[in-house]
């Protein structure tokens, strides 16, 4: 079955960085997008950014554009989230989801998440 | 503040038939598909209807979708109490070039 699992969550100060990974299992990697979708505590959900199957497109959020990258590797099975200048507004669960093969909202399944906190 | 539109709340008695609005503008749910998801408490979110009014396999046909103009709706027949989750609409956004989700409904099974 397809399985998603995040790593690299933990605790950062304002203007550091964090990279998240995100090992995909269970299906063709390669031939789907990605998203990341994000969730501050007692908040409701936000996307944040997507990537397409060969990482030709990346499309992302206002609130993280400039500071955020998104990226994989179709080799490693595996999806990244690169975090600069964090802000306390970025503590947040961050999910990794399996997309479609076309730009569309179609999120399905979603990683456990990872808790990522921004604190001085 | 969330580009669509969500009540906050709702709420049931079971066996009852509840209904989420979730209203978006010509650049959203008017040009794009409506989705909804479902997350149970302490979960991740759950794919519940996708391209509008579709179930993917394993969602019963108590759960269903629609979409008029630039509002999707779900609506949730004979309520159980397993339904009591948070319910999110989302859909891509063509001015944004990015995707959009409403600001959660909290459903209560009374």
């Known amino acids: 079955q397809v399985q998603l699992v995040e790593s690299g969550g933990g605790v950062v100060q304002p203007g550091g960085s964090l990279r998240l990974s995100c090992a995909a299992s269970g299906f063709t990697f390669s031939t789907y997008g990605l998203h990341w979708v994000r969730q501050a505590p007692g908040k409701g959900l936000e996307w944040v950014a997507f990537i397409r199957f060969d990482g030709s497109n990346k499309y992302y959020a206002d609130s993280v554009k400039g500071r955020f990258t998104i990226s994989r590797d179709n080799s490693k099975n595996t999806l990244y989230l690169q975090m600069n200048s964090l802000r306390i507004e970025d503590t947040a669960v961050y999910y990794c989801?399996?997309?479609?093969?076309?730009?569309?909202?179609?999120?399905?399944?979603w990683g456990q998440g990872t808790l990522v906190t921004v604190s001085s | 503040q969330a580009v669509l539109t969500q009540p906050p709340s709702a709420s049931g008695t079971p066996g009852q038939r509840v209904t989420i609005s979730c209203s978006g503008s010509?650049?959203?749910?008017?040009?794009?598909?409506v989705y909804w998801y479902q997350q149970l408490p302490g979960t991740a979110p759950k794919l519940l209807i996708y391209?509008?009014?579709q179930r993917p396999s394993g969602v019963p046909d108590r759960f269903s979708g629609s979409k008029s103009g630039t509002s999707g709706s779900l609506a949730i027949s004979g309520l159980r109490s397993e339904d009591e989750a948070d319910y999110y609409c989302a859909a891509w956004d063509d001015s944004l070039s990015g995707g959009v989700f409403g600001g959660g409904t909290k459903l209560t099974v009374l």
């Open positions: 010509s650049s959203n749910i008017g040009s794009n598909y």
């Open positions: 391209r509008n009014d």
């Open positions: 989801a399996k997309g479609s093969t076309t730009v569309t909202l179609w999120i399905d399944p």
